[in-house]
């Protein structure tokens, strides 16, 4: 059985930070490509960073430079350090696992962690 397990969220004043940690068991982990996505209220759900199975690295534009994506294959764990947080970041965060196989993709997604920037 698949389990991505999201953990770290919070409430934050702005200008703070969090590490998000998804713990995957189930899959090897190793040949999967893992992301993080968001969701805000009413908003629909958007890539916020991903690291390849090679170790590549993507973001969307709202968070460079303030997040960072990473992952130890030896822990089956993809981490998202989020900086300088901005009211904006407010969402739902999820943890994704996908990797392409000649019969089609595999995604899995977590249950998500809640993150809420305030003061």
């Known amino acids: 059985q698949v389990q991505l397990v999201e953990s770290g969220g919070g409430l934050v004043q702005p200008g703070g930070s969090l590490r998000l940690s998804c713990a995957a068991s189930?899959?090897?982990?190793?040949?999967?490509?893992m992301s993080w996505y968001r969701q805000a209220p009413e908003k629909q759900r958007e890539l916020v960073a991903r690291?390849?199975?090679?170790?590549?690295?993507n973001y969307a534009d709202s968070v460079k430079g303030r997040f960072t994506i990473s992952r130890d294959n030896a822990k089956n764990t993809v981490y998202l350090q989020m900086n300088s947080l901005k009211p904006e970041d407010t969402a739902v965060y999820y943890c994704?696992?996908?990797?392409?196989?000649?019969?089609?993709?595999?995604?899995?997604w977590g249950q998500g962690t809640q993150v809420t920037v305030s003061s």
């Open positions: 994704n696992a996908e990797r392409t196989t000649p019969w089609g993709a595999n995604t899995h």
């Open positions: 189930g899959i090897t982990f190793s040949v999967y490509h």
């Open positions: 690291i390849s199975r090679s170790g590549t690295t």
